[in-house]
C-alpha cells in the first residue's frame, strides 16, 4: 500500500499557493456547490458526530495550535470560542454545536484548508476492528479525474472499481489496515500522475474514455508546456477517536513538466513513466492516461 506513519505536526500542510488556492476553493463552491459538499443523509446522527468532530478537531484545536499565525481562537462578547482565518479574516465558530448546519461545516473547511477531505463510517460501528467501510460525507475541489459524487455512499472496494489491481493487490489489504487504524495514529501516501489539459477541478470520469481506448497519442507540437504538469496527492489518512470515523484527505501539488526538466530531472521522470508502462499493473498506464501524453511529454523531458 506504500504508505508511512507521519508526525502529527505535519498532518496538514500550507505553502505559498494558499492564498490562491483558497480564492479557487470558493469560487468551486459557489459555481458547483452541489459537487464539491456531499453528504448521504444530513439527518444521520452518526454522520453529523463525524462532521463535527473533524470540524471541532480542527479548529478548536489542530489549526489555532499548529498554526497560530493563520489561526487565531478568541472568546467573543457572548462568550462563544471564535476562530479567526488572520489571512483571509474570515471568522467562525470554533466548534460545531447543534446550530450549525453539517453542510455549512463542510463548506467552512473547504474555505479554510487546502485540502480536499472523505469521511468514512464503519459499516457496522459496534465491530468497527472487523468491519467494512463507505463514504458518507466530502468536500473536495480538486478531484483528479473522477467524481466524488459517485462514490458517496460506495464501500471502499466499490469506491476504487476502476483502479486496475485494486481487488486482486490492494482490497483485503486496505480492508484489514482501515479496520485496525488506531486514533492517534497518522500515515501518508503519495501518488502521481501527469496532466496536459486539465484544471485542478478535474470533476469527470478520467479513466472511462481510457479503458474505451478512445484516447489519441499527442505529438511533442501538441504538448502545451503552461498545461502540462506532474500532479501529485499527499494522502492522509487518521481515525477520529469518538465517532470512529476515518478521514481520508489529500493535498494537491502541480509541478510544472519545463521545471522538471529545468532542474535536471527530465531523465528521472520519464523513466518513472517508462515504469509505468512496464510495471507489474500495466493496465495502470491506461489508467491514468499515459496513451494520450507519454510520448510527447517523454520526448519533452529527454530534449
Ligand atoms: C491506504 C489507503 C489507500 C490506498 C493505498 C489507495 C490506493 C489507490 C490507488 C492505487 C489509486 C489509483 C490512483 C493512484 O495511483 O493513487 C486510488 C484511486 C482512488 N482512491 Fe484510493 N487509496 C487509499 C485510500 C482511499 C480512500 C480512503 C478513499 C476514500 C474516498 C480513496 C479514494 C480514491 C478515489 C476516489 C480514487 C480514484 C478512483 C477512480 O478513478 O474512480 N482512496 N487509490
Known sequence: MAIENVDANDLILFDNTYVERISLRCSLLQQHREDVIGVTDI??????????ELYNYLFAYYLPTRYPSIFHTYQDEKRTAITKNLITNQTFPAAADKSIPIQSALETICQNIDEDFFILLPDDPHNPEETTYTLKSYSACFPSGFKPIDKLGKKLA?????????????QKSMDRFFAKLQPGRFVKRVNWGITVDEELYSNFDKSGPAFEGKLKAMTLEELDLDKAFLRCERQTLHRLPASGAIVFAFHTYLYPIQDIRNEGLGEDLACAIEGLQRGSTPEMFTYKNGEKWADAVKEFLRI
Not at 439527518?43 to 463535527?52: E, G, M
Not at 466499490?158 to 490492494?170: E, F, S
Open 43 to 52: 439527518s444521520n446522527t452518526q454522520i453529523q458526530t463525524s462532521i463535527k
Open 158 to 170: 466499490d469506491i476504487h472499481g476502476p483502479v486496475p489491481g485494486y481487488k486482486a493487490k490492494l
